[in-house]
């Protein structure tokens, strides 16, 4: 662990620093992509297509190229040199046949497969000229039937003459055998088919981009979660090597995975900077948005539990349809599968897991990882089945937890996905979670509400998630001559204020003025390494490699030091920012070291990596039901949560909370749902539904930590595990307000007033 010790603590691990971005956002002095203004540049519009399926009989772009303004319309066989986006994981089905993966190009070119299928854009002189013109694009498409359930896509027409059947993987996890055979001898069998509905992700920045050609080399301006890895990407698709193309990303209005990877607008985009020699910029609306911008969630899954008469859990078995939207996106197939397996264990000691998910193909926008990406499925899906078979039982629902949790004593433990926890207090922190949330009071609570008419229900949402595994990550530190120090590292803030956390450690390793301390991310050809932010690894690998970087500057430093207060190298000590002749009170500081030997002290270095770390917590919610309309109310909110070693308690707790108010909202509210034709009908704010302020109540946060052991700093992720207590919380408390078994996400008034009349009647 690093050396805390240091002079100004507040400024220190541990400490509730406030964000340093936010100064600047607040005052609108932001740098987002749509902010900036090339010299030159000109505008780009998509041209999208209407249908969800159909064949491309031919594209008129006559009338668009007549337009004022116009310089150039763009179909298919002018990018037709370019490569193609697919899936990158290197997934095999269950018979052993390799996942089936499509080839996406920057523009339909024989066939559209979902509504918003990029077939043609258009560059003008400005924006609303290229608008004009894109309207002016006149298509010719041959209709097909349409597929929008993944349950149903086996039987519907192929979106691809080589997948016949749509599914592009059949995954299985498991001994089948092993699991039947519990399931046969258990005592008690709880089922649940359960609907994971398809969300919009709805980052308060759209997708935006500006394309540059110069001198040889590409240039992409873009809002992303990593400008190492799309670089790659990028790259790839335009066929060149990676240091001829550069990333720049400034300021991003949040991503949670949906900006992580390549999109066909960005391959159009450099297409025509370099064929109109300009630079070409295009910012989508929130209609293409709700379009074009990859979808998350989206599984229907039938989920049992084997349990013998104690209550102990023999099995848990997951049977699932998994949405992949029309094409595969980078990571698409992982939530439903590899991530189901990580974590449908969550904290409970289950010998046996069995997840078999068919990945089908549909004609819809493209799913990918979405806050959590299956982490929160798999953490859902367990708490709906213990509270029902609790029920079922006549079983206290926190005893039969208790009764299953791993206990301390067997750590490290080998779970049946095969992971290894390395530490946890699970039920510790579930009875702490109780009395925070004042459990025992509940039922006066719930009679003052039926005294009002209102129906109160109260939930719980134990978690354990599992975090991405940390990758490679770079951990450089620069002197710099003005007295500041930069940190470059390959992870990339979209609104976790990786620059106070940052900051904190690098003050708490080297004594570093916090204030002198500033953050770059966002330029490809800055970086040896990356792994972007994602999976909740950011403070464990860049965290980590400024750990390491730091141990090396030190040794770096300690010659300089022995040299500039004579005395022997092995006799400087460095402690608190300052290296000291051991025994004596001379001492220099890194800072005036640093002076004096400009670049002496600057040290790249990578972070090799790091295992999966294990977040944990448990969420306590409360659920009001007006039974006449049908509208569901949260009005209490309690956590408590081991997210490790915690540097900055103030942003983790706001990580917490923001994954909870998007966890609500998929539990109450959100849902992308499409007509049998394949036409989206919730396309716009006025038919999606998020929470607002005034839906969600105060949110008890409280720590509970037990320090990771698997990395230098000790912390465990937070940026997720939000969604993963608040979905199985909030409608197991739904589920307890109606006297109901099971109620499907979102739980609209109307579902809810529908739940209510079926029970009545």
Known sequence: MPDTNMPNLKFGIGQSVPRQEDPVLLKGQGRYTDDLARPGQVYAVMVRSPYAHGVIKGIDTAAARAMPGVLGVYTAADLASYGTMGCALPLKSKDGSPLRNTARPPLAADRVRFVGDPVAFVVAESRMAARDAAEMVELDIETLDAVTEASAAGAAPALYDDIADNCVLDFHFGDSAKVAEAFASAAHVTRLDIRNSRIVVCAMEPRAAIGEWEDGRWTLHVGSQGVFGLRAQMAGIMGVKTEEFRVL????????????????????????????????KWTDDRSGS???????????TTAELALDAEGKFLAVRLTSFANMGAYLATVAPLMGTGNFVKNIQSNYATPLIEVNTRCMLT???????????????????????????????????????????????????????????DGGEFSALLDQAVVAGDFAGFPARRAEAAARGMLRGIGVGNFLECTAPPTKEQGELRFEKDGLVTIITGTLDYGQGHWSAFAQV?????????????????????LIAGGGTGGSKSLMASGAAIVEASALVIEKGKPLAAEALEAAVVDIEFSAGQFAIAGTDRRIGIMELAAKHPGKLDVRHVFE?????YPNGCHLCEVEVDPETGIAQVVSYTTVNDFGVVVNPLLVEGQAQGGIAQGIGQALYERVAYSEEGQPITGSYMDYCLPRADDLPNIGFSSRPVPA?????????????????????????????????HIDMPATPEVVWRALQAKAG
């Open 249 to 280: 990303t400034g300021n991003v209005g949040g991503s949670f995975g949906m900006k992580a990877s390549a999109y066909p607008e960005y391959a159009c985009l450099l297409h025509a900077a370099r064929a109109l020699g300009r630079p070409v």
């Open 290 to 300: 709700f379009l074009s911008d990859q979808h998350g969630r989206d599984h229907e």
């Open 363 to 421: 004609n819809t926008t493209p799913v990918s990882a979405y806050r959590g990406a299956g982490r929160p499925e798999g953490n859902y899906y367990f708490e709906r089945l213990i509270e029902t078979a609790a029920k079922e039982m006549g079983r206290d629902a926190l005893a039969l937890r208790r009764l299953n949790h791993i206990p301390s004593s067997a750590m490290p433990y080998k779970a049946a996905s095969g992971s290894v926890y």
């Open 506 to 526: 690098l003050h708490s390793t080297l004594g570093v003025p916090f204030e002198s301390v500033r953050l770059m991310q966002g330029d490809s050809d800055l």
């Open 609 to 613: 990596e790091a295992p999966q770390a």
């Open 709 to 741: 052991t698997t990395n230098p700093l000790g912390a465990k992720g937070c940026g997720e595990a939000g969604c993963a207590g608040s979905m199985p919380a909030v409608m197991n408390a739904l589920c307890d307000a109606l006297g109901v078994a």
